[in-house]
């Protein structure tokens, strides 16, 4: 069961770690060269966004603690399913000598019905975040816009 969960941590940081590093250094640059461009061109810019970035880093902050819940849920859901599916292959002889598969193919369906719970559990959740961080970028978007409007005399 450990080395089920080594493995996987080990996989995502060998693999993920770096694509994600790239993905946010990028995204930062993007952010800080987004808000100092629209702030130079419109200084009223940073009256709204500073209660807005407040709010942000509350959703974030609330948002990390479910994240990191739902998981640990998924890795704790998941090692069951890895055990019992090693030791099926390894004992396969004698399931099938014990006429016991179907009893393994039960504690299968039940084993995947959990971890699949788990990771939708965590899809959704991904998605409830999002929903909220596109509602912030939109009220950004809209608030830059009307600036534009209001301003644009100037």
């Not at 694509?19 to 060269?33: G, K, Q």
């Not at 009223?44 to 849920?73: D, E, H, N, S």
């Not at 999002?130 to 809209?142: A, C, E, H, K, S």
């Amino acid at each position: 069961r450990v080395i089920n969960r080594f493995s996987g941590d080990i996989d995502k940081i060998d693999v993920l770690l770096v694509d994600v590093a790239d993905l946010t250094l990028s995204f930062m640059v993007r952010f800080v060269v987004s808000i100092v461009i629209i702030t130079a061109i419109l200084p009223w810019f940073l009256l709204p966004i500073i209660p807005l970035g407040m709010f942000y880093a509350k959703v974030l902050r609330y948002c990390r603690k479910v994240l990191r819940q739902t998981k640990r849920i998924d890795g704790i859901s998941r090692s069951p399913l890895i055990g019992q599916i090693q030791s099926t292959v390894q004992g396969l002889t004698t399931i099938r000598a014990f006429d016991a598969l179907e009893s393994y193919r039960e504690e299968n369906r039940r084993l995947v019905d959990v971890t699949t719970r788990a990771q939708i559990s965590f899809l959704f959740i991904n998605r409830w975040i999002g929903i909220r961080l596109d509602f912030i970028t939109t009220i950004i978007v809209t608030i830059c816009a009307i600036f534009c409007v209001v301003f644009a005399s100037q």
